[in-house]
């Protein structure tokens, strides 16, 4: 789900630092090349890489299953990568086809990351790697009764639970007091399921035959998931702190050979401040028209947050949101929407709800009736909350913002976006991702939908879509701040909450996913701002013949690249580019 290398001067290009003015396009695309054996060669190397990753992923009968959890399994990984990149760059990319070299360069990031990663000594450090049932909720009490063979899966993640848990009690050492910390926070939510509500599902709905062996393996697996929760919190020797930095070498390294961009961690800082400052002056504008000479931006969203649902009725409000801005793609013809396809919203799973202050898309599923079916994850107050958390909770899900982000993770966004990408034609961009493009476009979408019109007669939808860029500007600043040590973990909270209003729940939900996941905080104000500018690009090179609607899909039809590499693939579709 990674991705790089390009050249520097091209990355440079992609985020508007060279100037590009591309030719009038002629009628038709270049015609494809004839094979050649490079290409041939290319095709075979996608076949047998796509088969290694799939035979990597496969069940296994015996203790094999267990070997990808041990911290040898990454230096293995590792190994296997750099012997792929030898055959790999072995290949002649000047005798492959614009789409091929395309994906060469993409196959290329994501093997550089798997030997790079090692440095990041997961098996050592993460103590969420051990947590294997991530699913389990979905599978048991998601919008459909498992069947006997899923009951049977569902069985055999349980049996092997306990067994990976005790591989983390052995393998752990020293990982970030957070994430332990977060860890334990998961572990009990699965002990919780699994005490109350698992087996009231299995009674009710695993056949008879089936119903003893479920309810053994899910209380081993309750009871492993107890003494780990314990041995996190009150046995394991934690790390600094801080140990969950990145540092600089590695953020920088993600952002130019995974993302292809041209930044480093100092001047993604300098650039989040100046888009900062710029929506600041926005909001500013924003709340005069709303209320000229009253209340400020801050003001109205302190109000604008007492508008909320009801506790238990953020699901239902949440698919109404999403229902209008649908409507709106139907009615207007704004958009493609491929046959085939639902969105559903669940509530979101425990282990997701301490990273997941709104909720988010959990991705496509291909259910029994052979539709692809979006899973929207949506953060309802649960009954553990305190009276304090409850009142966070409601106010952070006010309805402007959750006319927001209903378009941003599901039509046009997230779910749309994930739609196009089971359908692309290249084996390569189906099987993985890069974030600079998902959150980007998802962003894109929030303002596309406001030039729309989605927002014409709600307020509250207006306002809430600028605080929300100004939330993602603050993530520019804030991820590579953290992440070099300029700005500690208190004080990123702290950020949120006075530069962008957020609750202080939120705003630590926000900051426990930066520690994870270095360089992807950016990647929604980068993105958006290269999508718009190539539609730019593209809307002047072809003058009146311009149409959105074919750009937007042409966008999505490129599927999930990096930016740089997105560029390039949109102009060629276009034909102007190679």
């Known amino acids: 789900m990674r991705s790089r290398i390009l050249m520097v001067a091209a990355a440079a290009c992609a985020l508007g630092a060279c100037a590009r003015n591309p030719s009038p396009a002629p009628s038709l695309a270049p015609a494809p090349a004839a094979?050649?054996?490079?290409?041939?060669?290319?095709?075979?190397?996608?076949?047998?890489?796509?088969?290694?990753?799939?035979?990597?992923?496969?069940?296994?009968?015996?203790?094999?299953?267990?070997?990808?959890?041990?911290?040898?399994?990454?230096?293995?990984?590792?190994?296997?990568?750099?012997?792929?990149l030898a055959r790999l760059r072995a290949i002649d990319t000047t005798r492959l086809t614009v789409p091929q070299r395309i994906d060469w360069l993409l196959v290329e990031s994501w093997l550089k990351r798997t030997v790079y990663d090692t440095v990041l000594h997961t098996a050592a450090r993460v103590p969420g790697r051990y947590l294997t049932l991530g699913?389990?909720?979905?599978?048991?009490?998601?919008?459909?009764?498992?069947?006997?063979?899923?009951?049977?899966?569902?069985?055999?993640?349980?049996?092997h639970a306990p067994r990976v848990m005790a591989l983390g009690r052995a393998q752990l050492d020293a990982p970030p007091p957070l994430w332990v910390r977060l860890a334990a926070q998961t572990a009990h939510s699965y002990s919780t399921f699994l005490a109350e509500?698992?087996?009231?599902?299995?009674?009710?709905?695993?056949?008879?035959?089936?119903?003893?062996?479920?309810?053994?393996?899910g209380e081993a697996a309750r009871a492993a998931l107890v003494a780990y929760?314990?041995?996190?919190?009150?046995?394991?020797?934690?790390?600094?702190?801080?140990?969950?930095?990145?540092?600089?070498?590695?953020?920088?390294?993600?952002?130019?050979?995974?993302?292809?961009?041209?930044?480093?961690?100092?001047?993604?800082?300098?650039?989040?401040r100046r888009i900062h400052a710029a929506t600041r002056l926005a909001l500013d504008s924003l709340a005069h028209r709303l209320q000229p000479g009253g209340s400020s931006w801050h003001e109205l969203a302190d109000r604008m947050d007492e508008r909320h649902p009801e506790p238990g009725h953020i699901i239902e409000a949440y698919r109404q949101a999403s229902a209008k801005v649908h409507e709106l793609l139907l009615h207007d013809s704004l958009i493609t929407i491929p046959p085939g396809e639902r969105l559903i919203f669940v509530p979101t799973p425990p282990q997701l709800r301490e990273t997941y202050a709104w909720g988010g898309y959990g991705g496509l599923a291909q259910l029994r009736d052979t539709t692809l079916t979006g899973r929207f994850f949506v953060t309802d107050v649960v009954p553990s909350m305190s009276p304090e958390e409850v009142r966070q909770k409601l106010r952070t899900q006010s309805n402007g913002w959750i006319s927001v982000i209903a378009l941003h993770e599901g039509y046009p966004g997230h779910h749309l976006q994930a739609v196009y990408t089971r359908r692309n034609p290249s084996r390569v961009r189906r099987m993985g991702g890069n974030t600079y493009y998902g959150e980007g476009w998802a962003l894109f979408a929030?303002?596309?939908?406001?030039?729309?019109?989605?927002?014409?007669?709600?307020?509250?939808?207006?306002?809430?879509?600028?605080?929300?860029?100004?939330w993602r500007t603050a993530r520019v600043i804030i991820d590579p701040s953290l992440h070099t040590g300029e700005m500690t973990y208190r004080q990123a909270v702290q950020f949120f909450v006075d530069e962008v209003g957020l609750e202080r729940?939120?705003?630590?939900?926000?900051?426990?996913?930066?520690?994870?996941?270095p360089t992807q905080a950016p990647s929604y104000i980068v993105g958006w701002l290269e999508i718009e500018r190539l539609e730019r690009d593209v809307k002047a090179a072809l003058g009146p013949k311009f149409s959105e609607k074919v750009f937007v899909e042409k966008v999505l039809e490129a599927g999930p690249l990096p930016l740089a590499l997105l560029r390039r693939s949109v102009l060629f579709a276009y034909g102007l580019g190679n």
């Open 135 to 159: 699913n389990l909720t979905w599978r048991v009490a998601g919008d459909q009764p498992p069947t006997p063979v899923e009951w049977a899966g569902v069985r055999t993640d349980l049996e």
């Open 35 to 84: 094979a050649t054996a490079d290409s041939v060669a290319f095709e075979r190397f996608v076949s047998d890489y796509a088969e290694g990753r799939r035979g990597q992923n496969a069940p296994l009968d015996s203790l094999g299953w267990l070997h990808q959890y041990e911290a040898s399994a990454d230096a293995e990984s590792a190994g296997r990568a750099e012997g792929l």
């Open 229 to 272: 929760e314990l041995f996190l919190r009150d046995t394991l020797s934690y790390g600094a702190e801080n140990s969950w930095m990145s540092g600089a070498d590695y953020y920088d390294w993600v952002l130019r050979d995974v993302n292809f961009l041209p930044f480093t961690a100092q001047t993604m800082i300098a650039e989040g």
């Open 505 to 517: 729940t939120a705003a630590e939900a926000e900051v426990n996913r930066f520690t994870t996941w």
């Open 446 to 470: 929030e303002h596309w939908m406001a030039r729309a019109g989605l927002f014409a007669d709600n307020p509250d939808g207006q306002l809430a879509q600028l605080q929300m860029r100004l």
């Open 197 to 217: 509500e698992f087996p009231n599902r299995v009674n009710a709905g695993a056949p008879d035959s089936m119903k003893a062996g479920l309810l053994a393996a």
